[in-house]
């Protein structure tokens, strides 16, 4: 398929009633709908697209969603907290436990939330992207996440959004208030072979707020997916988030903040396992805007048989940004002679005040560690895991607590999985 998939205003106004939208929201839907008719499948020059195909992410089934799966047993996460279903073809089912209705934690469908619809566009833009368009204008289903001003959330949000339907778009609005604290974990799971997915999470972190986001990618194989996420940080705002991709077939995530306030400061870290003809294609942005803020991002990658993995990580510094910091690195660990990794590390600075430095990897395992340990009687196979383990060790460091016990599990279980084979 190279072209883009038509689409009307019949079919987008048939999402929007579905959903009993106001006329607002469905105005920003048809603005979004003219993005998208105007803008031409993006070029393999260009470099976000360099090693990924864009019509790979395109709709292969009805763009309008019909049920496909059952979601009963698609959660991967587990422990305490707030649980909150979204399907990209029903209402979502959302259970609240009672610290968090106490503490103040709002959560609605997005398309009945007139706070949460008015943001829709702000973190990332109507016109961001062809397939950025798209969401924005056949999103079936929504969520608004709020925590109010002040309010300290002890136990996490678990906000699993499940592709149930052959092209799964659905979008999240999530807030939190000056002063507020909370950690949201969002699983994407589901899907199948036949399944797409283009999803957008938009995310503002007020002045003094503090919020921990795991985006934990467990799609079923075969799943194609197209993740843009997407946060704004005010004065003194504090943002960690994780990105772990070990699902599907063909992932690609645009990741990133802007640091917009004076003080605020964004981490990310990054982790992907992947194995058979498995292709992940991971863009990061820090746009610092204001003085004084910090950013940290490290992403690794381990690879085995024929598969790929690209990077492209960007650090913009705007002129009035004085006195920032960033730092980014890229590692790639290769297990096979067949796989790729392919890293594009970027900086734009505008000012000589700050301090910026990137750093880019991609190397075979350490033969010398792998002889060490086989010749304390050690397995190749559990060597080999030793050091997968051992090199993902301080990137799963940042991960919440409440998410990293099911990483942990995710990765051993993969491992596991991949040498009942042979180590290719």
């Not at 498995?278 to 610092?288: A, P």
């Not at 003085?291 to 690209?310: C, E, N």
């Amino acid at each position: 398929m190279n072209a883009k998939p038509d689409l009307s205003k019949d079919q987008v106004f048939t999402v929007a009633e579905a959903s009993g939208e106001a006329l607002p929201s469905i105005q920003s839907r048809f603005k979004a709908l003219g993005d998208y008719l105007d803008a031409p499948l993006p070029s393999r020059v260009e470099h976000l697209w360099r090693y990924s195909d864009p019509s790979w992410y395109l709709p292969r089934g009805a763009i309008v969603p019909a049920a496909s799966i059952q979601p009963a047993s698609l959660w991967t996460t587990r422990g305490e907290g707030s649980r909150i279903t979204l399907f990209s073809d029903r209402p979502p089912e959302i259970a609240l436990d009672s610290t968090a209705a106490d503490a103040g934690l709002e959560v609605v469908p997005l398309a009945s939330s007139k706070a949460g619809t008015a943001l829709v566009g702000r973190a990332v833009a109507l016109d961001h992207g062809l397939l950025e368009s798209l969401n924005g204008a056949v999103w079936s289903q929504g969520i608004f996440v709020r925590l109010k001003k002040g309010a300290q959330l002890e136990r996490p949000v678990r906000l699993l959004r499940a592709a149930t339907s052959s092209t799964a778009a659905t979008r999240a609005v999530i807030v939190v208030e000056p002063g507020a604290s909370m950690t949201l974990i969002e699983e994407h799971a589901g899907g199948g072979a036949e399944t797409t997915v283009i999803e957008t999470s938009e995310i503002f972190v007020h002045q003094d707020a503090r919020l921990s986001h795991a985006l934990l990618e467990m799609w079923e194989d075969g799943t194609v997916g197209h993740v843009t996420s997407r946060a704004v940080l005010e004065r003194d705002a504090v943002l960690s988030s994780a990105v772990i991709a070990l699902g599907g077939y063909r992932y690609k995530a645009d990741v990133g903040a802007v640091l917009k306030g004076v003080g605020s400061e964004s981490t990310l870290v990054g982790v992907t396992l992947t194995d058979g003809r498995r292709h992940v294609d991971l863009h990061t942005i820090h746009d610092h805007q204001g003085p004084r803020t910090r950013s940290r991002i490290a992403y690794k990658a381990a690879l085995f048989d024929k598969s790929t993995s690209a990077y492209t990580g960007l650090i913009r510094v705007a002129e009035n940004a004085e006195l920032s910091e960033a730092f980014q690195e890229n590692r790639n660990l290769l297990l096979s002679d067949k796989c790729r990794a392919d890293s594009i590390p970027e900086l734009e600075i505008e000012t000589n005040e700050v301090q910026c430095t990137h750093a880019a990897t991609a190397a075979p395992i350490d033969e010398s560690q792998l002889f060490y340990l086989r010749s304390r009687g050690i397995p190749e196979a559990d060597a080999v895991a030793i050091l997968v383990h051992g090199f993902f060790e301080d990137a799963l460091a940042p991960v919440p607590e409440a998410v990293r016990p099911d990483v942990v599990r995710a990765v051993a279980a993969r491992l596991a999985a991949r040498y009942r084979g042979d180590l290719s």
